[in-house]
């Protein structure tokens, strides 16, 4: 009889316990970034999601969900009506926005960009915890690394190959040492060639001079056949003597997820080290 | 005469109608459409429902503000264009604009708003605004003289020295702070802060209530420096006080809700062709009329594309753009 | 004795570095009715706008009714002196409103709208100038002549004791010409207004005012009767051309004939 009352007690406790502890992770979420977004799917939380970008496109379900503006202007009138008790923000919310969110009295997360693959999986995990699916996500990540470093045993010895990567064509934008995309290029055998550059703005000059050996152009809101063609007009550049310039999905390049990360990982390691004609 | 106060009367009457309805329209329309005769329950009973939140917390504070913006940067626009007696003059063609957005991008740059808090971001814009006012003003006075014309040449001139200026700094800034640059350019009136709101709406009726002391001097300038002389107005103590007023009613406007065109040009102009030249009923029409229109296109750009919102510059640039065209054009058959 | 109204002593003025009138000396008795002559870039406007307080004396000074007029406030000033100018560049109002705002120095400190009293001054001083039937029209549809009797109208809304008139007649027809120095001759006589008139005309001076002032060069060349200044020598050395100068038969005043040098020349 005590044993009974002893294990009900647990039992109860532990029902009870988890319920509190359910109710008090976030039921209603809304993301302010297409990456964030996915990672919600990753987690498998997407039920907890009432509200996100309309760039948020992947996975396709997202699609269906309420839209509340584009990454950088947020409708803070729709995120009301739909009553979350998180939204999360990232680095390209704008300051006043969340001001305004919170003196509504709604709570905000802001997610800065990630910086490189580390802080990727860390706020990764950090979502797993808001979102109460802290195993998943740790499994996850530990996939991943375990990836990420298999890749990099791979091409620790092949012959480092320099990169240009293109994000931006009026001016030539590139991406510099403090963000995440240039982990892809390190990670994956290659030397970004702007990595110590003070801003991600570019000269074509620059790029002749340091003369890379691949350029890669990411379709962001630029025309990258446009683009590619331009740069074949200068014919003493190794990438385009070799035939080196690659096109590749913006999304892909620039939405940090650590699957997404080690997806797009892969694809860059065969465009530097395995898919070309010599 | 009674026939001239009658008349007045009757004008602003129209015109508090008509601001009336575009606050009625603009609380009720949005993501959740909140029908007028709700208005009174929710006042009283509603407190901590998500449509009282939506209407205290998001659509009223964007009115108030629409209200004193529109206001004040119509009655400036109508000041500048009767002092520099040019139609093409508005509050941003001095280069008070170009010096808002030095200063915020000055700040953005250096990162001030995260030692200083949020509110330093207006701060630094009015900063920048008032800086610009001075050099433009000092550098146009000459033998105790302040020379309109020059002014105006010189806050043009300045006001494209300004722009390369703050495109030089948005060139080498990092990614991140650029947008923060861009979209405060834009000019939006969600602004989060009270304090602010508050302060913009009492500026704003403060203003209107100065510029009366000087409407028997606009009436007279409008003749021409000399003519007004000799009708015994100090001209360049009114000179100089209506330009004073007029920088600071656009100084506040630009650094709390960036920028928005087209209500300081072409307000004062549709008021002049409906109500005439006379400064006693123009301020105050200019006043009321600048608040509905910004307040309407407030409002359109919120709803038209839902849920994405268009920055309201845009609106006030289309629809006040073409307000202008139709005037001139009408000015035109006339003739 | 007649009072003296106007008095200017030594007077040397100009803009910037420019002097345009050195040493002026010249008094106005109240009730005058004055002719300002003299060739272009003589400093005839510029006479104007210093006795109006606009140009400030580089040496001299300027009494209205004995008192310094860097003494009177600009206020109280426009309340005595009024100016017509030659034209106006304005907005569109009414030819009513136009002339109410000569009511502006007398408002009181936060007067807003005009008084009756305002009204019917303004409403004298349309009648004085036949121009109460445009009172109505805008002042950008109305014709020069009329325009002109307009401008004249604001500055009697003044209620001045003196009136400076700066070429009325520049761009007006004979008729309205005559028109206009009526109805100034009409109004020093009846209102007792002291008027000081610019013209370029050197007959309608002779025909309608009692004293002339000559300029030149920024001088006072000479200040008396019409039958004084109006003499050969004068006029021939300011204007640089031969004239002829005969009595007009109706009032023995000087009329002045131009006189082509060559036909003179034929003539001998």
């Given at each position: 009889?005590?044993?009974?009352?002893?294990?009900t007690?647990?039992?109860?406790?532990?029902?009870?316990?988890?319920f509190?502890?359910?109710?008090s992770?976030p039921?209603r979420?809304i993301?302010?970034g297409?990456?964030?977004?996915e990672?919600?799917?990753?987690?498998d939380?997407?039920?907890?999601?009432?509200g996100?970008t309309?760039?948020?496109r992947?996975?396709?379900?997202a699609e269906?969900?309420?839209?509340v503006g584009?990454v950088?202007?947020?409708n803070?009138?729709?995120?009301?009506?739909?009553k979350?008790?998180?939204?999360?923000?990232?680095?390209?919310?704008?300051k006043?926005d969340?001001?305004?969110?919170k003196k509504?009295?709604?709570?905000?997360?802001e997610?800065?960009?990630?910086?490189?693959f580390?802080?990727?999986?860390?706020?990764?995990?950090?979502?797993?915890?808001?979102?109460?699916?802290?195993?998943?996500a740790?499994?996850?990540?530990?996939?991943?690394?375990?990836?990420v470093?298999e890749?990099?045993?791979?091409?620790?010895?092949?012959?480092?190959v320099?990169?240009?990567?293109?994000?931006?064509?009026?001016?030539?934008?590139?991406i510099t040492?403090?963000?995440?995309?240039?982990?892809?290029?390190?990670?994956?055998?290659?030397i970004?060639?702007a990595?110590?550059?003070?801003t991600g703005?570019?000269?074509r000059?620059?790029?002749?001079?340091?003369?890379?050996?691949v350029?890669?152009?990411?379709t962001?809101g630029?025309?990258?056949?446009?683009?590619?063609?331009?740069?074949?007009?200068y014919?003493?550049?190794?990438?385009v003597?070799?035939?080196?310039?690659?096109?590749?999905?913006?999304?892909?390049?620039?939405?940090?997820t650590p699957?997404?990360?080690v997806e797009?990982l892969?694809?860059?390691?065969?465009?530097?080290?395995f898919?070309?004609e010599r | 005469?009674?026939?001239?106060?009658?008349?007045?009367?009757?004008?602003i009457?129209?015109l508090?109608i008509?601001?009336?309805i575009?606050?009625?329209f603009?609380?009720?329309?949005?993501p959740t459409d909140?029908p007028?005769?709700?208005f009174?329950s929710l006042?009283?009973?509603?407190?901590g429902?998500?449509?009282?939140?939506?209407l205290?917390?998001i659509?009223?504070?964007?009115?108030?503000?629409g209200?004193?913006?529109g206001g004040?940067?119509?009655?400036?626009g109508?000041?500048l264009q009767?002092l520099?007696?040019?139609?093409?003059v508005e509050?941003y063609?001095?280069?008070?604009?170009g010096g808002?957005?030095?200063?915020?991008c000055?700040?953005?740059?250096?990162q001030?708003?995260?030692?200083?808090?949020?509110?330093?971001?207006?701060?630094?814009?009015?900063?920048?605004?008032?800086?610009i006012i001075l050099l433009?003003?000092?550098?146009?006075i000459?033998r105790?003289?302040?020379?309109?014309?020059e002014?105006?040449?010189?806050?043009?001139m300045l006001?494209?020295?300004l722009?390369?200026?703050?495109?030089?700094?948005?060139?080498?800034?990092?990614?991140?702070?650029?947008?923060?640059?861009i979209f405060?350019?834009m000019?939006?009136?969600a602004?989060?802060?009270?304090?602010?709101?508050?302060l913009m709406?009492?500026?704003?009726i403060?203003?209107?209530?100065?510029?009366?002391?000087?409407?028997?001097?606009l009436?007279?300038?409008?003749l021409?420096?000399?003519?007004?002389?000799?009708?015994?107005?100090?001209v360049?103590?009114?000179?100089?006080?209506l330009?004073?007023?007029?920088?600071?009613?656009?100084g506040?406007?630009?650094?709390?809700?960036?920028?928005i065109g087209?209500?300081g040009?072409?307000?004062?102009?549709?008021?002049r062709?409906?109500?005439?030249?006379?400064?006693?009923?123009l301020?105050?029409?200019?006043?009321?009329?600048?608040?509905g229109f910004?307040?309407?296109?407030?409002?359109?750009?919120r709803?038209?594309?839902?849920?994405?919102e268009l920055?309201?510059?845009?609106?006030?640039?289309i629809l006040g753009?073409?307000?202008f065209?139709?005037i001139?054009s009408k000015?035109?058959?006339?003739? | 004795?007649?009072?003296i109204?106007l008095?200017i002593?030594?007077l040397?003025c100009?803009?910037?570095?420019?002097i345009?009138?050195?040493?002026?000396n010249?008094?106005v008795e109240?009730?005058k009715?004055?002719?300002i002559?003299?060739?272009?870039?003589?400093?005839k406007t510029?006479?104007l706008?210093?006795?109006?307080?606009?140009?400030?004396?580089?040496?001299?000074?300027?009494?209205?009714e004995?008192?310094?007029?860097?003494q009177i406030?600009?206020?109280?000033?426009?309340?005595?002196?009024a100016?017509?100018?030659q034209?106006i560049?304005?907005n569109?109002?009414t030819?009513?409103?136009f002339?109410?705002?000569?009511r502006?120095?007398h408002?009181k400190?936060?007067?807003f709208?005009?008084?009756?009293k305002?009204q019917?001054?303004?409403?004298?001083a349309?009648?004085?100038?036949?121009t109460?039937?445009?009172?109505d029209r805008s002042?950008?549809?109305?014709?020069?002549?009329?325009?002109?009797?307009?401008?004249i109208?604001?500055?009697?809304?003044?209620?001045?004791k003196?009136?400076l008139?700066?070429?009325?007649?520049?761009h007006?027809?004979?008729?309205?010409q005559?028109?206009?120095?009526q109805?100034?001759k009409k109004l020093?006589e009846t209102?007792?207004l002291t008027?000081?008139?610019v013209?370029?005309?050197?007959?309608?001076a002779?025909?309608?005012?009692e004293?002339l002032?000559?300029?030149?060069?920024?001088?006072?060349?000479?200040?008396?009767?019409?039958?004084?200044?109006?003499?050969y020598?004068?006029?021939e050395?300011?204007?640089?051309t031969t004239?002829l100068i005969?009595e007009?038969?109706?009032?023995?005043r000087?009329?002045?004939?131009l006189?082509?040098?060559?036909?003179?020349d034929?003539?001998?």
């Amino acid at each position: 009889m005590k044993r009974c009352v002893i294990l009900t007690t647990i039992l109860l406790t532990t029902i009870f316990a988890s319920f509190v502890f359910s109710l008090s992770s976030p039921q209603r979420i809304i993301s302010l970034g297409p990456y964030i977004t996915e990672e919600i799917y990753l987690l498998d939380a997407q039920d907890k999601l009432v509200g996100c970008t309309v760039y948020c496109r992947r996975p396709p379900d997202a699609e269906k969900k309420e839209k509340v503006g584009t990454v950088i202007q947020i409708n803070t009138e729709k995120i009301l009506t739909l009553k979350p008790d998180l939204v999360i923000a990232t680095a390209l919310t704008q300051k006043k926005d969340i001001e305004k969110l919170k003196k509504i009295g709604i709570k905000v997360i802001e997610f800065p960009s990630p910086k490189n693959f580390n802080e990727i999986c860390n706020q990764f995990l950090e979502l797993g915890k808001i979102l109460d699916r802290y195993d998943l996500a740790e499994n996850i990540v530990q996939k991943a690394k375990a990836k990420v470093l298999e890749i990099k045993r791979k091409t620790k010895n092949l012959a480092k190959v320099k990169v240009f990567v293109e994000v931006g064509s009026n001016p030539l934008f590139t991406i510099t040492g403090d963000s995440f995309v240039n982990d892809f290029i390190e990670f994956s055998g290659g030397i970004n060639i702007a990595k110590d550059a003070k801003t991600g703005i570019y000269s074509r000059e620059a790029v002749l001079k340091e003369n890379p050996d691949v350029i890669i152009i990411a379709t962001m809101g630029i025309l990258a056949d446009k683009e590619k063609e331009i740069w074949k007009k200068y014919e003493n550049l190794n990438a385009v003597k070799n035939n080196r310039i690659y096109i590749i999905d913006a999304y892909k390049l620039c939405s940090p997820t650590p699957v997404s990360f080690v997806e797009t990982l892969e694809e860059l390691v065969n465009i530097l080290h395995f898919n070309y004609e010599r | 005469m009674k026939d001239k106060l009658v008349n007045w009367a009757i004008w602003i009457g129209i015109l508090v109608i008509f601001l009336l309805i575009i606050i009625i329209f603009s609380l009720s329309v949005g993501p959740t459409d909140i029908p007028f005769k709700k208005f009174i329950s929710l006042i009283f009973k509603g407190k901590g429902s998500v449509e009282y939140s939506v209407l205290f917390d998001i659509r009223i504070p964007r009115i108030l503000l629409g209200f004193a913006i529109g206001g004040a940067l119509s009655l400036a626009g109508v000041i500048l264009q009767g002092l520099f007696r040019n139609p093409l003059v508005e509050p941003y063609t001095l280069g008070i604009s170009g010096g808002a957005v030095l200063g915020v991008c000055l700040n953005i740059v250096f990162q001030l708003d995260k030692n200083l808090g949020i509110i330093s971001l207006p701060f630094s814009g009015f900063l920048g605004a008032i800086l610009i006012i001075l050099l433009v003003y000092s550098l146009s006075i000459k033998r105790g003289i302040l020379k309109i014309n020059e002014l105006l040449l010189i806050g043009v001139m300045l006001s494209f020295i300004l722009s390369s200026l703050n495109m030089l700094i948005m060139a080498v800034s990092h990614i991140q702070d650029l947008q923060g640059v861009i979209f405060w350019i834009m000019g939006s009136l969600a602004e989060p802060n009270w304090f602010l709101i508050k302060l913009m709406f009492f500026v704003s009726i403060l203003g209107l209530l100065f510029s009366y002391l000087f409407c028997h001097a606009l009436n007279a300038l409008s003749l021409g420096e000399e003519e007004a002389l000799h009708l015994g107005i100090n001209v360049e103590i009114t000179k100089r006080l209506l330009f004073i007023l007029a920088s600071l009613l656009t100084g506040f406007s630009v650094s709390i809700a960036g920028i928005i065109g087209f209500v300081g040009l072409a307000v004062p102009h549709f008021m002049r062709n409906l109500i005439g030249n006379d400064y006693r009923i123009l301020l105050i029409s200019s006043f009321l009329s600048g608040a509905g229109f910004l307040i309407l296109c407030d409002t359109l750009a919120r709803t038209i594309i839902l849920p994405l919102e268009l920055p309201v510059g845009v609106i006030t640039g289309i629809l006040g753009g073409s307000i202008f065209i139709y005037i001139i054009s009408k000015k035109q058959i006339k003739l | 004795m007649k009072e003296i109204i106007l008095k200017i002593k030594n007077l040397s003025c100009g803009y910037d570095s420019q002097i345009i009138l050195s040493d002026i000396n010249l008094t106005v008795e109240r009730g005058k009715l004055l002719g300002i002559i003299g060739p272009n870039g003589a400093g005839k406007t510029t006479l104007l706008r210093a006795i109006t307080g606009i140009i400030r004396p580089k040496q001299g000074n300027i009494f209205f009714e004995d008192k310094d007029i860097y003494q009177i406030g600009l206020k109280e000033l426009a309340k005595k002196i009024a100016v017509v100018p030659q034209s106006i560049i304005v907005n569109s109002i009414t030819v009513e409103e136009f002339v109410l705002l000569g009511r502006i120095p007398h408002y009181k400190r936060f007067q807003f709208l005009e008084t009756k009293k305002d009204q019917e001054i303004a409403k004298k001083a349309l009648e004085l100038t036949d121009t109460l039937k445009l009172k109505d029209r805008s002042i950008l549809e109305i014709s020069s002549g009329e325009r002109q009797l307009v401008l004249i109208a604001k500055a009697l809304a003044q209620e001045p004791k003196l009136l400076l008139l700066d070429e009325p007649t520049a761009h007006l027809d004979i008729g309205h010409q005559i028109k206009i120095m009526q109805l100034i001759k009409k109004l020093n006589e009846t209102e007792n207004l002291t008027v000081l008139v610019v013209l370029h005309d050197l007959n309608l001076a002779s025909q309608y005012c009692e004293e002339l002032v000559l300029l030149n060069e920024g001088k006072l060349i000479r200040q008396g009767s019409v039958n004084e200044v109006l003499n050969y020598r004068d006029i021939e050395m300011v204007y640089k051309t031969t004239v002829l100068i005969k009595e007009n038969p109706l009032n023995k005043r000087p009329f002045v004939i131009l006189f082509p040098p060559k036909e003179w020349d034929e003539q001998k």
